[in-house]
């Protein structure tokens, strides 16, 4: 079973985020911003990373930045998540490494389309 | 609804579409048209069976059809056929047209368009290989409200997300605040056509290519053969069709044979075929060219 880290400071959203990902098999863990997600990141790689963007203390493309220095960091399928729908926001992400990109509101057809788009599936 | 009401809508959008409902789909036909009504201005879905009943009201019938026949669809809906599209159809087509440079596609059941674009980026991508052909991809769906929407390119915020990479939607689109659109270059690569299946479709003339997919699962056995012999007709020996995941031709019809080990990918199969390239039955020499 592979498993996903869904990254967000909404509760309401890592629950339906998980809901979701539970139902396409996939065992998850939560973190409410960038630190949390990167302490839980060095202590176990997960196979996939459901990520918000504007969180406080650290926020997604910084932690994505981080992530993607340390060992083993380039490991881990990111997916963004998140309101900021507009092309500069997507482009940042992608240079900065990111794998997918989804824009919110998502459903479960969304997760499941562009988890398929990055071999997850 | 009222069980006479019922039977008169499976024999109207049987003999108008070909769709066939069977008698659990109360559900589908009161959610699909009762938004058609109030649309219309009417009670309910006895008056609009009423008014359907009647002659005339011809837009309100195609309103039903258009309602009842219209599915929504994904970009790169099933990845298979796409790939199948790059590695087998398109590469093979290139050859056997080598002399002809014009290749034809049609995408017999287009609804709002997603899936000759996706064949129209697909052809985009691999343009440095074909250089010096032409392309022509038809669109053409029974509903003329799904063709509007795909002519626009226009797509929601949802749409685009489904099924599409995001690298595709940043190379291929435009934003327009929370909608997309796709580009012009792609948008020019392919034309629209009402058509209704059951119709007779001779002068569109021939395909090498065609997407069938998620359409005949509509229809009953005999529609679905009758179809499937009309498209036979329209293609060469060597074209390519392509039908759905849950789709196929076996046990059907005779004038398909399914392509070994390519899931959906069918050619057509004469009764007295000789198996010899399709260049030589048309009596053409190949003519000696400089190659650089």
Redesign the interface.
Same mark, same amino acid.
């Given at each position: 079973m592979k498993h996903c880290l869904v990254v967000d400071d909404s509760s309401v959203i890592r629950k339906v985020a998980r809901r979701i990902l539970e139902d396409l098999n996939f065992s998850t863990s939560e973190a409410e911003d960038g630190q949390q997600a990167l302490d839980l990141c060095k202590a176990s790689m997960p196979d996939a990373i459901l990520l918000d963007w504007n969180m406080p203390v650290m926020d997604g493309l910084e932690f994505l930045v981080r992530l993607r220095e340390e060992k083993d960091g380039q490991q881990p399928i990111v997916v963004f998540c998140t309101t900021e729908? *507009?092309?500069a926001h997507?482009?940042k992400a992608?240079r900065a490494g990111a794998n997918?990109?989804?824009?919110k509101p998502?459903?479960r *057809?969304?997760v499941e389309?562009?988890f398929?788009?990055v071999g997850l599936v | 609804m009222k069980p006479s009401d019922y039977d008169f809508l499976q024999k109207f959008l049987h003999s108008r579409s070909g769709l066939v409902l069977s008698s659990e789909k109360q559900y589908l036909v009161e959610s699909r048209l009762i938004p058609v009504a109030r649309r219309a201005g009417l009670g309910g879905l006895d008056e609009l069976v009423a008014k359907i009943r009647m002659a005339g009201s011809m837009e309100l019938k195609d309103d039903v059809v258009e309602a009842m026949t219209t599915n929504e669809t994904f970009f790169f809906r099933d990845k298979t056929p796409f790939m199948h599209f790059e590695q087998e159809m398109l590469p093979t087509m290139l050859k056997n047209r080598a002399s002809k440079r014009r290749i034809r596609i049609w995408s017999a059941a287009a609804s709002t368009g997603q899936e000759p674009y996706c064949i129209a980026i697909k052809l985009q991508e691999a343009r440095a290989k074909t250089a010096g052909f032409r392309f022509e991809i038809l669109g053409t769906d029974i509903s003329k409200e799904v063709l509007e929407k795909a002519r626009t390119g226009i797509y929601s915020q949802f749409e685009v997300q489904r099924g599409l990479p995001i690298q595709m939607l940043l190379r291929y689109f435009t934003q327009l605040q929370e909608i997309w659109q796709i580009a012009p270059e792609i948008r020019a690569m392919v034309q629209w056509k009402q058509l209704n299946l059951l119709e007779n479709f001779v002068n569109l003339g021939e395909f090498d290519i065609v997407f069938c997919r998620n359409v005949l699962i509509y229809f009953d056995q005999a529609t679905k053969i009758e179809i499937l012999n009309r498209i036979a007709k329209q293609m060469p020996d060597d074209g390519y069709l392509v039908l759905g995941a849950a789709e196929t031709v076996v046990g059907l019809v005779d004038s398909f044979e399914p392509v070994p080990n390519l899931r959906g990918l069918y050619r057509p199969k004469r009764a007295t075929q000789v198996s010899v390239p399709a260049s030589s039955l048309t009596g053409f020499t190949p003519r000696i060219r400089a190659i650089g």
């Open positions: 729908n *507009d092309v997507i482009t992608i997918e990109y989804i824009m998502f459903d *057809d969304i389309a562009k398929q788009e | -």
